[in-house]
């Protein structure tokens, strides 16, 4: 692939721009401020901001005493969400987890009786158990997705003070996403941090009789000088006792559309659907992230109910005979793995920690984020105004098959993924859908069933992006008929690093070879390396494991080797920054800073390591689209 176009500095000015452009909302006095943080919503949610009380309950006595009925402070104390209780405490009972019990005491920010609301929450980690004035109002499991439940009229109080308690267990089970498990060395396993508590915000939506419950703008786009197909569809559910004859009506870009009048059965749903062509569309790419404004409106006898604004981008993104194809064109990405981890915030970051991420992918000169579990909304809007693709993955992370042998299980993981689409599939940076990172290298019938059942889905939910798996790069895994479903294989490749099982991966001079053999295997499939990555935490020998310049060394011939295979789509550095990852993390390095994973290109603390430079310049000079 030469003629092909390196990324320009301009980029990063875009993005510098384009974080400047989400303006926060004014903080009124109670804390309850009218406004999301991302795109993707209605107009019709508040920021449950301001104070909260907070107790920890590492006795697990805060049911039988009775936490969730409490209305003094006593015992409680002020904190803000999102907050992750044990940022910072790097113990191994930290990890392990325990039980923390969150309150919010307000008052609506709407007091008019017709109104119903809903709490919705953006990331809990990980079972969630909510009431409202002491009455039980719903549970959860699984963190990085949002959920929402209903505030019951009859309980809910228009005007005096409701107490919202929120009771958060983050004790990792086998069969949770991530699991749990023990390391040989008998230390708890796991991928990152156990960060417990609300990790994202929480809003209050107002219902004035209409909900929309799920919006989807797909464009299609036959062929990069074609006209566009936008497709867009709004469901709303009718929260009245009665049925509601209601017209929906949007925008996409400057173009009105026009979805109809229906009547909405009480309590009942009803979609509205249009279609719009643009004939002229300007393409979102990662060098022209253009992006369209879309509106949608729901009114009554001429009375607007809720509005909902999203953006969409016009691309199309294929895999055609083993390559990825972004608006037609054949990509070499190049890319960082993220974690939303801070040193002082844990996983409950801050919207100057989320713009940060990406202004430092871009600025290393990445195309393609990748985390192992739903990025932040607020990261994948920036991602679609910085023109980063993302491959989202949901957090089925190393689960072992016994485990995924349970029908719970995979229900909980198909789930998981019907949920990622759902919440984040208008995204136009969003590449594909990972089913998962590292289930067993050689997988059998459990595996094959699972990753059947979770292409149907993805497909039947969103049929216009591909969908992948992350597997572990061992040669004597061979070629699998059991990924036969899937459009991409991610490759996470450490030759040269870890051994690998009977040392098969310890000599990196391998790692060409195999790569062919994985290509070989799988002709019609895209494939990226998901990821590969060297530790490195101090000075010394190049020879040295965990040395910078070994880290050095390492990027340079991993990428050239990349480099010579013009069929490969991709690949992702693990990981852009350090994490904390878990107890006794040695990740292959002789001398270890645990828990700190020391794989990244920037230390913890946000500081520049050498392979940073060779990165930075390997990606900004590797042409990653071919010309049109
Ligand atoms: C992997 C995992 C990633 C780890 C990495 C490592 O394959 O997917 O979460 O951090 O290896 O450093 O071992």
Redesign the pocket.
Known sequence: MHHLRPLTSATVLLVALALLAGAPAVRAADGITRGTTYRDAPDSRYLLGGDWLFRLDTAGVGLSEKFQRQTGTDGWVTTTVPRAWNAGDNSVTSFQGTVGWYRKDFKLPDDRARMNWLVRFESVNYRTSVWLNGKPIGRNTGAYLPFEMRLPRKGLKRTGTNHLVVRVDNRRLPTDFPPSGLTGAGDPAG??WNYGGILREVYLQRIDRIDVTSVVVRPELPCSTCAANVGMRMTVRNYADRPLRVTASGSFGRERVRLGTKSVPAHGFASFTARVRVTKPKLWTPTTPNLYKVRFRVSLRGHKLVGYRVDSGIRSIKVVDGRLLLNGRNVALRGVGVHEDDPVTGFAITPARRAQIVAQAKEVGATVIRA?YPLHPDIQDLADRAGLLIWSEIPVYAVKTQYLKRAQVRKLAAKELQQNIIANQNHPSIMLWSIG??LSARPGPVQALYIAAAVHDAKTLDPTRPVGL?I?GYPSAGCRPQYAGLDVIGV?E?FGW?PGPNGQIADRDTMSDYLNSVRACYPKKAIFIS?F?AEANRDGPVEEKGTYAYQQDFVNYHLGVYATKPWLSGAIY?ALQEFR?RPNWD??NPHPDSPI?A?GLLRFDGSKKPAWADVQRLYTTTPQFAPP
Do not use: P, S, T
Request: hydrophobic content about 20%; charged content about 15%.
């Open positions: 991928g990152w192992h990172n590292e992350a572990n996470n450490y870890y990821e990555g693990w990852v990740g292959g994973h794989k």
